[in-house]
């Protein structure tokens, strides 16, 4: 089944949020997932030990750079979904990972330090293409955004990325609150509440987007794979 990693050396873009963020959406719509928690803060392992994590959701935490293939390889004979929060860093991990991947995300905000980070790691991505001799999905996630204004930071990484003619999602992960309260107080974000948090109803939408996104990425590709 599909393995999809979250990957950018640049600490603070959002990667383990949206990491979660799918995760959560798809194991709301009954998806069996295992998340391996590769970052060295598990952020999503302590999530997991708060209340509300569902049956249908693995989250494995222990993970090296000698483990991590094999980890990936029976994960995905198993769940429906296998996603990989990598950590900040440009290390073997993080190749390793995405070489094993069938979409990488790539975690973005709107500054130039985090786009910097997001050409360092479609570089890597370049390379575990060229030494597995397969193209590897990837696109650029811009996370953080406001749902009321675009800033000029971001117009213009979006317009770098354009121009480098990188793959950027149409879904950007707009800066909610409810994406910082499931990990403070567990759970999906399905089981937040109206009278728990604002703009809930906006945050599952957002979420949604993204993970229909993710899901058409996928079904796209490999489609174009049974056809070459």
Request: charged share 25%; net charge negative; glycine share 8%.
């Amino acid at each position: 089944m599909p393995t999809i990693s979250f990957a950018n050396p640049k600490g603070g873009a959002g990667k383990t949020t949206s990491a979660l963020l799918l995760a959560s959406e798809l194991a709301s719509r009954g998806a069996q997932i295992t998340i391996i928690d590769a970052d060295p803060e598990k952020w999503i392992s302590q999530w997991g030990r708060l209340d509300g994590k569902p049956d249908n959701l693995t989250i494995i935490s222990d993970v090296t750079e000698d483990s991590i293939v094999d980890q990936i390889e029976a994960a995905a004979a198993e769940a429906q979904f296998v996603i990989v929060d990598l950590e900040g860093t440009a290390s073997l991990m993080v190749a390793n990972a995405i070489g094993m991947s069938d979409l990488v995300v790539i975690p973005t905000q709107g500054a130039s330090m985090d786009a910097k980070g997001a050409a360092k790691t479609i570089r890597l991505i370049r390379n575990q293409e060229r030494m597995a001799r397969r193209p590897i999905l990837h696109g650029v996630l811009l996370t953080r955004t406001s749902a009321a204004v675009t800033s000029r930071s971001l117009k213009n990484v979006r317009e770098q990325l354009d121009k480098a003619g990188i793959e950027v999602f149409s879904t950007s992960i707009v800066e909610r609150a409810a994406y910082r309260d499931i990990f403070d107080y567990g759970g999906l974000l399905s089981d937040l509440t109206a009278d728990q948090v604002s703009n809930i109803g906006r945050a599952r939408e957002n979420a949604g987007e993204f993970a229909g996104e993710v899901i058409a990425k996928l079904r796209d590709s490999s489609a174009a794979t049974r056809v070459a």
